[in-house]
């Protein structure tokens, strides 16, 4: 099971950018399923956007456009640029991770699937 780190978090203006951080270690980085979700207290969890281990991509379509998936596997690292920040994107944001191969659709749908999870950092977006 992988060990995920996020950083990157703060709190920006509306109309701003962030770039969120995951620090994988214990896992093989290029071979790894990830993930980024999101949650407002008091709300269901949110998918943003999941990454395979070929680099194939899917967005949440409230993020289409605004938000990026990279990686560096140099530093066993993925990053999630959010750009052009609405107050509605403030949440916590989780990365997950797993060894197992996914789908795209399936971690979008079914996050649950992903077994190693992150603490997580805070995005905040002030109007």
């Known amino acids: 099971q992988a060990q995920l780190v996020e950083s990157g978090g703060g709190t920006v203006q509306a109309g701003g950018s962030l770039r969120l951080s995951c620090a994988a270690s214990?896992?093989?980085?290029?071979?790894?399923?990830m993930g980024w979700f999101r949650q407002v207290p008091g709300q269901e969890r949110e998918t943003v956007a999941c990454i395979d281990r070929y680099g194939s991509t899917g967005f949440a379509d409230s993020v289409k456009g605004r938000f990026t998936l990279s990686k560096d596997n140099t530093k066993n690292t993925l990053y999630l640029q959010m750009n052009s920040l609405k107050p509605e994107d403030s949440a916590m944001y989780y990365c997950a991770a797993d060894r197992v191969a996914h789908t795209i659709e399936n971690m979008m749908s079914f996050p649950n699937a992903l077994d190693a999870w992150g603490q997580g950092t805070l995005g905040t977006v002030s109007s």
């Open positions: 214990g896992v093989t980085f290029g071979s790894i399923y």
